[in-house]
Each structure stands twice: as C-alpha cells, then as structure tokens.
C-alpha cells in the first residue's frame, strides 16, 4: 500500500491531529532559487520549462532538496487550459502573462474547445506522473488551476490587467456570454483536474487570484459558483484510514476575505487567506482548514522579525487543528535563501506548542 | 451667513435627515468628459491643469454643469504634497504617476521639507478660493488629500506598483525609518489640509488608496494610525445650526472592507467603502456615515442594469441616515455620458423612498 513519509499537509487539510504545522511556499519553486535561474537560462524560456515534463519535475524538487518542506507543487502555470484552448499564452519579461488572442463576443466562445488533458495538457499530465515517481512517497504532491473567473480575466482582457474594463464590461451588460464562458472553463478545470488526480495529484488548489476585484453579489454568481460547479465534478475519493485515498481541495481567492462564510459552505476542503485577514476571525476553525497568510515581504526582513511574525500568524489559528502555514501570495523573487530556511525551521519549531497528540 | 442651496451632502455627512441621498462620483472632473478632454489637449499636461488655478476651477466645475451632482471636489492630484517636498510628480500617458526622485534611506526622509501650503501649494489653495467663489452656494466644495501611507508607497516606490516591496522591504526591516517618515507625511497632510479649510473647502476626503495591501496588523499601525494623526490635528470646527460651520472628513481605504470597525472608531465623520462590502454589513450605520459603493463598471450597462444595481446599494443601506451615494473608484474614461445622466437620477429618484421628513 502507497503511504507518505511526511503525510502532515494531507492531514492538516483533513483537519486531523499533527505533531507541528506543515508548511509549503507558493511559487516555491521559482526566481529566487539560483539552480532555478540556472535551469531557465538554459531551457530558454518559463513555457518550455512547463511543456518539458523532465524540467517541470527537476524545478518542482529544486526547493525540496534545499528546504524541509511538507507538500511539492507541481510547477506549471494557472493559464495551462485557455493556451491549451488555443489563445497562446506567453510571457513577456516583467509583463505577466499575455494572449496572443483575446477572447471578445460570444463566438469567440462558442468556438472555444473544451481541451483533452491527456492530448493538448499532455505534458502537465506526464509531469505529474513523473515528479510523483520522483518524490518516491516523501510528501505529497499538489495539483492545481486557475478558477474560471481568473482565466476568464486573462482570456477576456488578453493578459494582466489593474481595472479589469473589457471582462466587467462583459460582466454587466452580456452576462449570458460571460456565464456561457465561465461554464466551460468550469467544465474544463474540472475534466483537467480530475485528470492530474488520475495522473498523482495528492491534493488540488484553484487559485482565485482575481475574484477578490468584484463586488460582493458578482464574486457569488461570477466566481464561487464556478468553483462549486468544479468541486461536484471532482473525484476526491472517499476518507479513509490511509489518508491518500482523500484528494483535499483548497480554494484561494486573493481579497476574498470578506466572503470567507460563503467561500466555506461551497464544499471545499480548506480556504487560503492572505494577509488581509486575521487569523483568529476566520470561521469554522478546526472544521474546515485553512492555509495562510504571512505576507511575503516579511521574508525581507531579518530573522527576528520573521521569527515574531510566524508567531503572530500561529498564536491567531491557536489550538485547533487544520492549519497549513503558507505566504499569503507567492514568495519574491529577491529574498535571500537562508530567510526562506529559517521561516521554514521557525514555523515547524514554534508550532509544535499547538499541538498535542 | 453663508448659506448653501443644496446642503444634502453635508448633512448625510453628520447623519443628518436629507430628503434624498445625495450623490457625487470619483474623479467626477476627468476624462470621460469631452469638455475635459479639449481643455487638458489646450493645457498640454495634467499637472500644467492642476497648477493653473483658473484651469483647476473650470474643470471642477465641468461636471457640474451637464450633471445634478450634491457636490464639488476641487481638481488636484492625491500626490501633490510629495511633488512639493521636491519629489518631481509627473505623468507619462497610460502609466500613472512617477517621480523624479524617490525615497531611499533615512537621510532622504530626514531631508524632506514639511511644505507651506500658502507657498508651494499655494495654487491648490487659489484654485479652492476661486472655486469656492465660482460655485456661489450652490453645492459644497469638498478638499483632499492621499493618505500618509499612500503617499510614502509612491514616494519609495517612485510611481505606481503591482506588489510594493521596495515600502514592505522597509516596513518589516528598517520600520523606524517607515514610521519617522508617515510622521512627517501626516503633519504636513494636516497643514494643508487645514489650509484647504481656510481656503473654503467644506469636507475633506483622505484617500487611502493603497492601505488595502497591507495585513491586518500593519494596515493599523502604518496606515490607520497616521490618518487619526492627522484627524487630531484638523480644525473642523463646531457642529451647530449652521450646517456649513463643521467640516466633516470622509477616510477612504480602498480594500479596507475588513476593517471598518478600526476605521470608525478613528474619530471620522464618514468612511469610504468599496464594492467588494455589503452594505447592509456596514457596523454603526446611522451613527457614522457611509460613502460608496457602486462599482465604476456598472456605468458600461444599460440603463436598466444601472436602475437595479442603485436599487440593490440603496437597499442594502436601507433606512438609516447618513448615505452618501459614490462609485466605490473613479469613474472609468470611456463611460457613455447618458450612463452618468441615467446613474444621477436614479440615485436621485429611488433613495426618495428611504427618506421621510
């Protein structure tokens, strides 16, 4: 029977007893590794590393062989099914990501394919399977995508945007379009995320990045609706003794820390918060887990600092079970190594107080 | 006595019985309006308007003369306090603010002039007297200023930032620095200010557009914090009879919606709140007054999307007093004017029926 070295993370999102706090990093594998840097300089650009299933797993492991982290992510990227949808995703350096076709009236849309993760998402899938091989049962491996609302901003503004005009522009005046679209990306995540399940995927994250820009009835019907319509085609599996046969879903959505009752009772598994939200105010704790929230600028500072911040972050969850400790956003690309080691050592260190079993 | 035609602001402001809400727009004098356009096109730059009091009051007064607006908000910039400390404010199309010179270390903060309103920013003190005159009683002019915070995230970022980390990188090490600074950033806010009230203005708004960044804790002792600094310092003076004889100030932290209970117990009159807020949540209504909340996007609908969203923010808000009408941003550039007409109205309109007196 497959079993986990380091199966802390799966507990803590099953709201299970741990002996300390697990804790990953988003965007762990990334710039501010130099190996990483290294690699990127020779595969030439951030796409060929995604499409390589060899070079997604080596950059998924780099952090694990630096830092005693608790769950590997698979390095990919959220915008994975509209490029597979056939938009063209790329980046421009210091731009984000960008379209080479935008999404624009209703046609648009209806001719949109819902992709094959096993054809057009192939190498997300053999990436999976490969890092999963790799990880020989250390700690568990995430899945993940971006929610609909979040492609759909990059698919309907043809990249970042600060106002987001073009998609809320859609929003108010075609709605039908915009709900046609959200729906088959909906239907898409789903069909890719069960697929990166079937491929290894122990546990799976929908990034919301940008549902934390509507309004309070448009986050409902635009954004969490279409994580819910996701989360009832998921194949989870059932709970068990053997805490793998479970695939725990976070859902995160940036600035959506004024929706966390709402967010709670779509059925995920847990919610990540940034560092907006305290902590100690969160909802249902110890029934629904929760990953969060240091802001990731207290890397900068010195380890003093971080060692009272990690504090502050572990005294406001207190005593319940359920906490994954995580950076609110994903880490900066120009934060010295030994910080991210200490943060690292800190959380697991002073946590252990928290817990008693 | 000075007397005002149309008080309704100022009295939703002290919560205060008005037979309808009044209403009034962010960034109301700016680029959607034609008029606008062919002025800034003869001015040449945004800061040469700004600078020229008889520019400045014209374009104040723009749309009050095609609208039935409640109130006035003198033509200026958010940044104009640094730009007079000798920081360089300029504009380059489609970027947002930049300055010439940013803030690196302590002896550059230690060098910061606090500025004489009546001298460097004496042409913001013209412009609200010939404003003021201008508007003859009609309707309150309203003053403002960015937030300490707010300002020191441009004036170390020099311009515009996507993740701040050049302020957070000095937040979390070298906080003394930070603090010594927003000290320095909030005298001079309530120096000229309180030279913005000599010169007429009504109402004062604190805008507090970057305070959402920060986390929980830091959004207190950073931003929050050194606006009450400079509320202690406003000479407001006394409520009475004379509607027009205090002047209450609005503080507007967009992203704030987390915090409202810290920003009331402030001491403000009023808070601004964006869209992402319910506004039947709103703690206190009726006590303190509320300004927003309207997302800008909503004005690209048709009319009939327009007629049931003021309906739904209306509605949320309910029967209390102490409800001023706003976008919960500045109004978008390409918004039809009709749109504008229509949203008037209809606030007008509707909120009769939340008003009895």
């Not at 959220?78 to 790329?90: C, E, K, N, S, V």
Request: proline share 5%.
């Amino acid at each position: 029977m497959y079993q986990l070295k380091n199966d802390r993370y799966l507990r803590a999102l099953q709201c299970l007893p741990v002996d300390y706090t697990p804790v990953w990093m988003m965007r762990q594998a990334g710039r501010y590794l130099p190996e990483y840097r290294d690699l990127r300089a020779k595969a030439g650009d951030f796409m060929t590393m995604c499409q390589t299933p060899d070079l997604a797993c080596e950059v998924t492991l780099q952090p694990l062989k630096r830092f005693d982290l608790d769950a590997a992510i698979i390095f990919s990227d959220i915008l994975t099914i509209p490029d597979a949808m056939g938009l063209g995703l790329y980046f421009e350096t210091g731009e984000g990501p960008k379209f080479k076709q935008s999404i624009q009236c209703l046609s648009d849309i209806h001719q949109l394919p819902i992709p094959d993760p096993e054809q057009s998402l192939r190498y997300v899938m053999d990436a999976i399977r490969l890092t999963k091989k790799e990880l020989d049962g250390t700690v568990p491996l995430i899945g993940f995508s971006g929610s609909p609302w979040t492609l759909a901003t990059y698919m309907i503004e043809g990249g970042s945007s600060k106002a987001f005009t073009k998609i809320k522009k859609m929003l108010y005046s075609d709605p039908k379009a915009l709900h046609l679209l959200l729906e088959k990306l909906a239907n898409s995540v789903a069909i890719y995320l069960n697929a990166q399940i079937e491929a290894g995927a122990q546990s799976i994250m929908i990034f919301d990045t940008w549902g934390g820009v509507l309004s309070h009835q448009s986050y409902q019907t635009f954004s969490l609706d279409y994580m819910k319509l996701i989360l009832s085609q998921l194949k989870q599996g059932k709970k068990s003794q053997n805490i793998t046969s479970y695939v725990p879903v976070t859902l995160f959505t940036k600035g959506g820390g004024l929706w966390l009752e709402n967010i709670i009772n779509s059925g995920c598994d847990a919610i990540g918060v940034d560092w907006t939200v305290d902590l100690s105010n969160v909802p249902q704790k110890g029934q629904i887990a929760v990953q969060g929230n240091l802001d990731p600028s207290v890397l900068y500072a010195d380890k003093q600092i971080i060692e009272a911040n990690v504090d502050a972050v572990l005294s406001e969850f207190g005593y319940h079970n359920g906490h994954v400790f995580n950076l609110g956003h994903g880490i900066h690309q120009d934060i010295p190594l030994e910080h991210v080691q200490y943060l690292i050592d800190a959380v697991h260190r002073q946590s252990k107080r928290f817990h008693h079993d």
